[in-house]
């Protein structure tokens, strides 16, 4: 008769299994919710962009600079319209495999196991090698379904780098470029200066559209601030800068949004699906370092909207 070690190492085979296809199908249901917030999104940014006017009453250079800025926003929604494509819902996630051979315990005897093993219910009268087979196939498919369950948390930290975050990193650009044009408004034609501030506030309307998605599905931004030190996990450096005004490996310039998943995944928390691009400065003459008031914080920071 199989002894408790046996016993024991089939009820863990079958509770890891149980546990990873749970996980596989909620990443299902997951797909395939995206796939309808996708397309809200996209007719979010369309109906935004197509309701989006340039007065009349402008000067014709203030009219000039938001068509440029008009015309970054029609890009944002053609891209976003390629949302649903990107998920690449017409290769859907597989089903959990079925060879799995489930065995409970049965109810007159505790020892005994019952297995439906090819639509048939049969008694195991647990001799060694037949267990250790059942145990061989069973973990087989655990390791199908972990397989399975890889490809979709891959396919998705893809649809958030690849597809989410180009529209922010367009509209983050805008939204720098429409700061430039409110200071331009502000001291070349005072008399328009709120109604542009109205007209760009489009920007922060798309950004927030775009990060209820994000934090529906556990996606935070990292948005390091200046004077932040450098994390080479959570930022890419992309330039390196001189500023007195800033100690080594202090943070000078946000580039664009970096992001992270809120779960825990692979037994990481708030992993990085994609680091903050900055840039970093270094100058050849360092001042004594006062981390305390540069507003250092621990590693373990992550900034987020």
Do not use: C
């Amino acid at each position: 008769m199989i002894n408790m070690k046996k016993l024991i190492e089939i009820s863990e085979v079958q509770r890891t299994y149980s546990i990873k296809r749970k996980l596989l199908e909620e990443w299902k249901v997951q797909f395939e919710e995206l796939e309808v917030e996708a397309e809200k999104l996209s007719a979010f940014f369309q109906r935004n962009y197509e309701n989006k006017m340039i007065q009349d009453n402008f000067p014709p250079e203030l009219q000039e600079l938001l068509e440029n800025r008009l015309e970054g926003i029609r890009l944002s929604a053609k891209t976003a319209t390629r949302l649903k494509r990107k998920l690449n819902n017409e290769k859907p996630l597989e089903d959990p495999p079925k060879g799995f051979i489930p065995i409970k315990k049965t109810n007159s005897n505790p020892i005994l196991e019952l297995v439906e093993k090819d639509n048939q219910s049969i008694f195991l009268n647990f001799f060694e090698e037949e267990v250790d087979e059942i145990i061989k196939v069973n973990r087989d498919q655990v390791e199908l379904l972990q397989v399975d369950i890889e490809m979709a948390e891959k396919r998705f930290f893809q649809f958030i780098e690849k597809a989410l975050a180009p529209i922010m990193d367009g509209l983050y650009n805008g939204k720098l470029h429409a700061k430039e044009l409110v200071i331009y408004t502000n001291d070349s034609f005072p008399d328009y200066k709120t109604e542009v501030i109205e007209w760009v506030s489009i920007y922060e309307e798309l950004m927030e559209e775009v990060n209820k998605l994000l934090k529906t599905y556990f996606v935070g931004l990292l948005i390091p601030e200046k004077g932040d030190y450098f994390d080479e996990l959570k930022h890419d450096p992309i330039a390196v800068v001189e500023d007195t005004e800033y100690h080594n490996e202090q943070i000078k310039e946000l580039v664009r949004y970096g992001y992270y998943y809120k779960k825990t995944i692979n037994n990481q928390k708030n992993f990085i699906i994609r680091p903050a691009q900055v840039t970093v400065v270094k100058n050849l003459l360092e001042k004594p370092a006062d981390k305390e008031k540069s507003g250092h914080r621990d590693e373990g920071d992550i900034n987020e909207v």
